[in-house]
């Protein structure tokens, strides 16, 4: 058992060898310093992206991006990979092929044919018919312009997962259901 919660030298991450939403190849990932997994889970905490790592534990994180290196190429998939930091030393839980947006399977898929990491037929193969379809959901469009957004931005959170955008905006908690106030609902 490796422990993250022991200090500020100490932590926790997950992270992908790509950018599971753009399937961009960049170092993906996020950690909590002083953490254990289940801390990330329990989302007491906001994560820091790795870029933070690189400057705070700049030994851990060139660890950490040799071990990306190697595993990409024996496996020829995008991986995900968990691992603890125990005072300033580095232990790698475990890795798995990752979960993509399907705009990113199709990128990963080309890129990883030109890159020679998989055949052509074999990229070709990894798409189910849903991946095809699922292009065609409805998103919020990634060209819009960002300063236009940004001066309309009410609040920020943390996407839970990487995908169609769908909902309500809600500002208040429901009125009781009992009483003068009652709202009355039907599901």
């Known amino acids: 058992m490796v422990f993250g919660n022991i200090g500020e030298n100490s932590g926790t991450g997950l992270c992908f060898t790509r950018d599971p939403s753009s399937g961009e190849k960049i170092f993906y990932g996020d950690y909590l310093v002083n953490a254990q997994r289940k801390d990330v889970v ?6 820091m992206h790795l870029d933070e790592m ?8 060139a660890q950490l991006e040799k071990v990306r290196e190697k595993l990409e190429k024996p496996y020829r998939d995008m991986q995900n990979m ?3 930091v125990e005072e ?8 798995r092929t990752g979960k993509r947006t399907p705009a990113a399977a199709f990128r990963m898929a080309v890129d990883m044919a030109n ?3 998989v055949t052509l ?7 189910k018919a849903e991946d095809i379809e699922r292009p065609f959901y409805p998103v919020i469009d990634s060209k819009i312009d960002r300063k236009l957004l940004s001066s309309k931005i009410l609040a920020t959170g943390i996407n839970a997962v990487p995908g169609a955008a769908a909902g ?13 106030n009652a709202v009355k609902r039907s599901f």
Do not use: D, H
């Open 168 to 180: 309500r905006v809600v500002f208040f908690a429901p009125k009781p259901r009992n009483g003068p």
């Open 115 to 117: 890159e020679k990491l």
């Open 88 to 95: 300033g030393r580095l232990y790698m839980l475990q890795t």
């Open 42 to 47: 329990a989302g007491i905490r906001t994560p």
């Open 54 to 61: 690189a400057k705070t534990m700049p030994k851990v994180y």
């Open 121 to 127: 037929l074999e990229a070709l193969l990894r798409r």
């Open 82 to 84: 968990e691992s603890t």
